[in-house]
């Protein structure tokens, strides 16, 4: 059980930063404008 002291940087995952690129896509998005 040491994951705890040294946690997994989920930064550096190819799906941190697939996450990443979708959100900056929906940067402009309205909900309102939608």
Known sequence: ???YQ???DV???PS???L???RQS???FS???A
Do not use: I, Q, V
Request: hydrophobic letters at 35%.
């Open 1 to 3: 059980m040491s994951y």
């Open 26 to 28: 929906l940067h402009h």
């Open 6 to 8: 040294n946690p997994l």
């Open 20 to 22: 990443h690129d979708h």
């Open 11 to 13: 930064t550096g995952l």
């Open 16 to 18: 941190w930063k697939a």
């Open 31 to 33: 909900m309102r404008e």
